[in-house]
Structure formats: structure tokens, C-alpha cells
């Protein structure tokens, strides 16, 4: 039952998560990137293959299902074209990817849950790639947890 499940949270409330809920719905995000401190910020194991999450859109309703394919960890500056693509925001390169990942982690959301006003990323700070399938879409009900882009 989706209410069992644990959440999954794509960026913050708002028009972004929006955004990215609405490409998980049609298909064509099928990919996601958090940093590695996340995990470790807030003591969580980083995921596992087979994880079914509920995920959630701006109101804190469970919309849909999805399933993690894979999971690995890498270097920011390591992220290939495919995993940008799959992403499902329409970048046309790695570069395109990484401007609005950067816009994101370096935006005032972001900087202000993680309390450093002058955080920033580069080259070698270690990202959590996720790679899912929607396994179903549901009715929406209530929930809440923490984000990813």
C-alpha cells in the first residue's frame, strides 16, 4: 500500500518540484541527484536497489510509486550525458545539467535547510545518482520528507 511506503521528495515545494513530479508522471524523468552529505546530514543509509517510494508532490500528496534501479556514487565532475538526460528536464549537455544543479544547491532553499550561506559544490563533491522506474500512479494522499533534484 502506498501509504506504507517511504517518501520520496524531489527538490523543494514549489514550482521545480512541480516540474520534476510532472516529468516522473509522463516518463521522461527517470533519473535523480543528491550529494552524498545529505545521506550523511541527516543519518540516512544511502538507498538501495529495489526500494519502492512513494513520491510526493508540492501539496504533500503521494502521487505515484517509483523504483530504484540503481544507485551508485560519484564524483559531480564525473555525471555523464546520459544520467543528465534521464533526468528529464530537458538539458541538451552535462553542462546545461550542472548550471541548473548548481542553481539549485547554491540557491538560498537549499543553503538555508543545510545552514551555509556560502556553500558551494565543484568537481569532486560526491553525488548520489538514482536511477528509477514509475512503477504506478496513484490518487493523491497527505505525506512529507526530504528533497533531491
Same mark, same amino acid.
Not at 517510494?53 to 517509483?66: K, T
Not at 544507485?71 to 541538451?92: K, N, P, S, T, W
Given at each position: 500500500m502506498i501509504d506504507d511506503l517511504p517518501t520520496f521528495e524531489f527538490a523543494f515545494p514549489g514550482p521545480l518540484r512541480d516540474k520534476l513530479v510532472a516529468a516522473v508522471l509522463d516518463g521522461t524523468k527517470t533519473t535523480t541527484t543528491g550529494l552524498l552529505q545529505d545521506?550523511?546530514? &541527516? *543519518?540516512?543509509?544511502?538507498?538501495?536497489?529495489?526500494?519502492?517510494?512513494?513520491?510526493? &508532490?508540492?501539496?504533500?500528496?503521494?502521487?505515484?510509486?517509483?523504483e530504484l534501479s540503481e544507485?551508485?556514487?560519484?564524483?559531480?565532475?564525473?555525471? &555523464? =550525458? =546520459?544520467? =543528465?538526460? &534521464?533526468? *528529464?528536464?530537458?538539458?541538451?549537455s552535462v553542462t546545461a545539467w550542472r548550471a541548473a544543479h548548481e542553481r539549485f544547491w547554491h540557491g538560498p532553499d537549499y543553503r538555508g535547510w543545510l545552514g551555509d550561506p556560502d556553500f558551494v559544490v565543484d568537481d569532486d563533491t560526491p553525488a548520489v545518482l538514482e536511477r528509477f522506474r514509475l512503477a504506478s500512479v496513484t490518487a493523491p494522499s497527505r505525506a512529507t520528507k526530504a528533497p533531491r533534484h
Open positions: 545521506y550523511e546530514i &541527516d *543519518g540516512e543509509p544511502l538507498p538501495v536497489v529495489g526500494t519502492r517510494s512513494a513520491v510526493v &508532490d508540492s501539496a504533500g500528496h503521494r502521487v505515484a510509486v517509483i544507485v551508485r556514487v560519484c564524483r559531480l565532475g564525473d555525471i &555523464d =550525458a =546520459a544520467h =543528465a538526460r &534521464d533526468e *528529464g528536464e530537458g538539458h541538451d
